[in-house]
């Protein structure tokens, strides 16, 4: 049985978010009161943290929506976490996945490490000389 969870805003738009049970979880979201925008942004960030060279390297994924943080993965906490309300489905979905998962923990060998070992020479052995400031 769905239930219909509906919250106002200040602005007067009405949001309503309607999900099923927890075998089937239903989503989605209906927005009324103002014209919907002509595009969306959707954009996914994939980092790697190097601390100590290669001894200490932490992978993060965000997946960010109209300039929103949805959802991210880091490779410390191993599974996929929500920011925000409409990032859980996506969560919880991608949780479930254990292939999916296996991938992104891999990611800090298979994706951080690789990109480290061929860019080693150009992160470390960047040097510049001083160059005096420029007065405009």
């Known amino acids: 049985v769905a239930r219909d969870k509906c919250q106002r805003v200040p602005s007067g738009v009405r949001f309503c978010l ?7 979880p ?10 919907s925008p002509r595009f969306f942004q959707f954009m996914p960030v994939f980092e790697c943290h190097y601390l100590n060279g290669t001894k200490r390297v932490k992978y993060l994924q965000r997946v960010i929506y109209n300039r929103q943080q949805n959802v991210h993965f880091d490779s410390d906490v191993g599974h ?23 991938d992104e923990r891999a990611s ?5 490490q690789c990109n480290y070992k ?7 052995n960047r040097r510049a000389p001083p160059s005096p400031p420029r007065l405009w």
């Open 118 to 124: 061929a860019n080693e020479d150009f992160i470390l």
């Open 26 to 35: 239903r989503c989605s979201l209906v927005v009324t009161g103002t014209p």
């Open 18 to 24: 309607v999900t099923g049970d927890a075998a089937q």
């Open 80 to 102: 996929f976490v929500a920011d925000t309300e409409l990032g859980k489905p996506d969560a919880d979905y991608w949780n479930s996945l254990p292939g999916k998962l296996e």
């Open 108 to 112: 800090v060998d298979t994706y951080c």
